[in-house]
């Protein structure tokens, strides 16, 4: 079957898997698409178990400006073929935290060329470039991690530099990262710990936000 052909195919199964309660519900959270049938998740991924992966059919699906194709092309892009280049310019294209969130679970958390990617990432100036770099690494750290020292040092400043002066949805990402990164070892939070310590007192509420939430953090039994 052709591309032109699956594109058509897959555009039925979800119209006729549309929830209008569902696709007003997220505009009223405010996920706004240009298109959205409402199909939640569970549907998405058994219409992208129908297909075999395919480079073709992931790049046609992420040029359609509508959500649940975002959404099927970060499940059917195969690995291999996404180049370093393509994947800036997927993150590039993305608009709201749902498909950075699932982008980065179903793609951008498995590239082989992740980890320096993701780095790159955080240190856009861009919103959802840098959300999609802390969420990716997010989930590396839940895999993996450790990380050398220069790399640590440069990923909790940027961290940290994000909690405090981002947005909503990049204060919540880089927690995200550092919350995973305490996880893995009693040393990497003590590091956070004394990374904050200094603003116990701040007149800034941001870093006094932060310094609460490592506290609440540390001192809740796992």
Known sequence: MEIKEQ???????????????????????????????GVELPRIKSIAAKYEKSHALAQALWKEEIRECK????????????????ADIWVEDIRNIEIAELTCMNLFQHL?????????????????????????IARLLTK?????????NEFLDQAITAFLSGSYHTRNAA???????????????????????KMENSSQESEQLLYRWVKEYIETPL
């Open 7 to 37: 594109l058509k195919e897959i555009k039925t199964q979800l119209r006729l898997s549309m929830n209008g309660a569902v696709s007003q519900s997220m505009r009223e959270k405010g996920l706004v698409y240009k298109l959205n049938f």
């Open 71 to 86: 959404i099927l092309a970060g499940l059917l892009q195969p690995t291999e073929s996404f180049l370093p280049e393509i």
């Open 112 to 136: 082989p060329y992740a980890p320096a990617k993701s780095f790159h990432w955080i240190a856009n100036d861009r919103e959802y470039i840098q959300i999609c770099g802390f969420l990716t």
């Open 144 to 152: 993996k991690g450790d990380m050398d020292e220069r790399v640590e």
């Open 175 to 197: 927690m995200t990262a550092i919350r995973c990164y305490m996880q893995h070892s009693e040393e990497n939070a003590f590091r956070v710990c004394r990374q904050v310590e």
